[in-house]
Structure formats: C-alpha cells, structure tokens
C-alpha cells in the first residue's frame, strides 16, 4: 500500500509539474523513436539482400573475372577493371558443354534516355539473355520474355521494370509498343511484376534488352559475371568442379573465380549485422542524450522541491520513501516516453518504407522499450539518491 501511495504522488507531482514533464518525456520519445526508426532501415536492407540471394537460390554460382582468394576479394571483383574479361563467348560455350545449365550474364549495364513521344526519362539499359527471368528469380507481369531466336538474332525487344513501364505509359499496357533507346526503336515485349530494390539495384526501373544487341550498339563483349544454376539432378559442387575445369582449358589458365550464393549470403547477412549493430548503437547516443536531459530536469526539481521534501520527512517519510518518489517520478517520464517512440518510431518506419525498404523486429522494440526503463533508472538515481539525504531541518529552512 506504501508503494501505491508513493507512485501516486509521483504521478500527482508529474502532473502538477505539466509542462516540464512533457518536456522530459520528449527527449526520450525523440531517442527511442529515432532507435527505431534507425534499425529498421538496417533490418530492411538485410532482409532485402537476403531476400535476393533467396530469389536467385542458393545452389546458384557466380563466374567473375580475375583469380582471387576468398568470396570478399569476389564481391570486389564484380564490374571492376580486369585484365582478361569473362566474355559472352564463355557463357556460350559453358552452355553448350552443360546440358540443362541456366546461365546468364550479368547484368552489363548502360544509362541512356528513353523517349516515348514527348516523354523522356532517364534509364538503365541491361543487356540479358533467354535464362535471365529463370536465373534472377524475376517474374513477367504481361507479355514474354526472351527466347534464344532472340539474342541470336540481335532483335530490337525490350521487357520494361514495371516503374518505368508505369512512368513511360501510365494505365496503358506497353507491351507491343515501341521506345526509342539508344538511338534505336525497340519494341516492347514483356514488363516485370515490381520487384522492388534488390542486389541489383532497383529492377523496377531497369529496361532489359537482349545482351547481343547491346554488345552491338557499345562494341563490347566483356561480361562482369555469369550467374549460373545447376541442372536438375546436378549438385552445385559438381557444376563448380566442371565449369572450373572448361574455362581452365579455354582460357589455359585459371583466371577467374567461382563463388557460391550461400557464400555471398552468409557475408552478407554479416555485413548487414554489423550494420544494424552500428546503427543501433547510434540511435542509443540520442537516449543516452534524452537520458542527462532527465537528470538535469530531476535535480532541478529536486532544488525546487526541497522545503516539501523536509516536510514530507518532518512527518514521518524516511530517506527510503523520499527515494522511491524521485526514482519512480524518472522512470513514469522514460516509460511513457518509450512507449510513445515506440509508437512513432514504427508509423515513421512504415512511412518511408516507400522511399527504402524498412522493417521491425520485436528486438528492436524489446530494446527500445528495455533501454528507455535503464535511461530512467540510471539517470533518475543520482537525483533520487540526494533528494533522500536531505537534511530535514535545512530542507526546511531552504527558501
């Protein structure tokens, strides 16, 4: 019943003190939204790469140019300077001697304007195979994709992300349709379901076109990669050992690398682990901010209240009460203003999960709520502790 009572008063004097109360609970809605707010855009980028690397499966392989040592010195090596290029040959020649395999470059890119009548927009111009949609894991929303007559024939057909497909269309189904790309008219054949932002970049607003025909317009063969999926029946670790042996005996030398999707997931689930740990930690600085704003506010109070603390102890409360009070006052502001970040900091994240994919986890809720009680405690002590040792007789003689 003691207990009630002092938590009571803890509330009676929070109220009667409005103003700055809200104004100590806002220093701690402030650093547990931001907390929030903050490790979900780690915790969506992870799932987000995680998610690509699933979409693509972890049986698939990565061929990319130049001889390294591990999967780290691999994820540098990709688009970077080489001295001997994997070219669109090697693929070919990959998948004639591999029944079955899926193998497609990567995705060798070029920025170019696309025009549609008056409307011009600035685009990536990816150069792709028929396996591409099956390798990459991407879905058509209308049309088809492309078929070996295809890139073999150097046809001008393009499949549209389904950002740009809306940017350049509208309402309008584009497939049918004609783009002048690359000083060249290409007639649309297909448009991608959104695929939102990926490893890639973002899908959505990428044109693909078929990779010979971009080899054509840029004079180029060089591939960065070649992603590659077993055939049924065929363990990854065989498909490696073969296209390991074939490209030695092609090139006559071991001049490229071959790394595994499981690799490039566990590296990156690392990766954005470290990241999510540093912004967490960041998002900590703004509590412990929000937290020496209590305290100031607490032993401000305490100076304030000094002739009721003597009264309260003059008719019977000891230092043990006086304590609980002040403690009790410094937790209520932390866990109000916890629960109110909370509360923001997940709209917020849902917000501009439009702009950047953000996700939240119950662990960053559980912290959150978790560190904004420890803020309380630890801040609100001191003051507590010094509010009890008061002398009674000069608390009341304090004017």
Known sequence: MKILRIVRMAFDSLRLN??????????????????????????????????????????????????????????????SAVTKPITYDDLQFLKSQIQGVIATPSLTTARATVKVGTNEISVTVSGVNEDFLS???????????FTSTDINSFMNYAILGSKIATDLFGT????????????????????????GSTMFGSVDRNIYIPITKLFSITNTNSLGAIYMKPPQGMSKDVLIALVKTLLTNRHGVENFTISDMAQFANLANTATSILTTALTLIGL?????????????????VAERTREIGIRKAVGANSRDILLQFLFESIVITVVGGTIGIILGVLGARLLNSLSRTAITPTSIIVGFSVSVAVGVFFGVYPAVKASKLNPVEALRYE
Do not use: C, H, W
């Open 18 to 79: 409005r103003l700055r109360s809200i104004l100590s609970t806002l220093g701690i809605v402030v650093g547990v939204a931001s907390l929030i707010l903050i490790t979900s855009f780690g915790y969506g980028a992870q799932q987000e790469i995680l998610s690509s690397i699933n979409k693509i499966g972890s049986d698939a392989i990565i061929i990319t140019p130049g001889k390294v040592n591990d999967v780290r010195r691999a994820f540098s090596s990709i688009g």
């Open 135 to 145: 390798a990459l894991g991407y879905d058509l929303a209308s049309g088809r994709g």
């Open 172 to 195: 309008e189904s584009p497939v049918g349709k004609s783009i002048n790309l690359l000083n060249t008219k290409f007639y649309i054949i297909g448009v991608l379901v959104p695929q």
């Open 285 to 301: 600085i703004a509590l412990i901010v929000g937290g020496i704003g209590i305290m100031n506010i607490m032993l401000a109070t």
